[in-house]
């Protein structure tokens, strides 16, 4: 039987590719493609002529089926999106399960993530955060979502379009008030690349002097909390015991930090300063 990849493509810079992506761009059979116009470009700026054919989230039943009878035939089928990860916030997923259904090998080419990269320059909290895709379209539904992370402690990730991010903007006001920190990423590794930084009313406040244009990634920071009166002694105690049950010491770190609404280095801190 054949294989099926699923390869990462960049994000916006068509430098960001790996060899390992071009070398399978290259071997396989054809590359299922989200837009064959856009890939199309990829392949030219490498000099690299394959055959393509169009597979997104409104692919017919019959679409999914062809991809899957020429894996099971021996052919080798690279899967792209337009841009990331396919099968995040990009199709992918339904080809993938179906792949494992039908017992076929799958290997991952791995390649930017636009969410990664944003929580990589934000300035927040990066020791775990939470990654929801895109936004629900429905303003109750947008504010339903918004309401689960409300207490969240955690980073918290969304994709927003141009056209609803102002209305995004607002509910977020809503919900969390004026005063929480958020960062928005536009046009990540692209010439106009943009990080905005700021609390929502500053972020508000500025949008509406200029146009939103392009996909936005919005980074929420984790709501403050006042750090659990502890004894010390104890959580070293504890974290001493999760890690003779066989836990690594750093997770023993992030779960006791969690627990306690502590950052992580603190854990540490306290562990490693002991008596």
Sequence with gaps: MGKLYICGTPIGNLEDVSIRLLKTLRMVDFIACEDTRHTIKLLNRYKIKKKLISYHEHSSLKREEYIINQLLEGKTVALVSDAGMPGICDPGERLVQKAIENELDIEVVPGPSAAVS??????????????????PRQAGKRIEVLERNKEEIRTVIYYETPHRLMKTLQDLQTVLGEKRKIVMVRELTKKHQEIIRGSIDQIIDKFKQQVPRGEFCLLIGGKSVEPIKLDVDQLIVEVDDLIEKGMDKKEAF??????????KSVVYKYYTNRN
Excluded at 118 to 135: C, Q
Excluded at 254 to 263: I, P
């Design 118 to 135: 944003a929580l990589a320059v934000s300035g927040l909290d990066t020791s775990s955060f939470i990654f929801e895709g895109f936004l």
């Design 254 to 263: 992030k779960l006791k930090a969690r627990q306690y609404n502590l950052q």
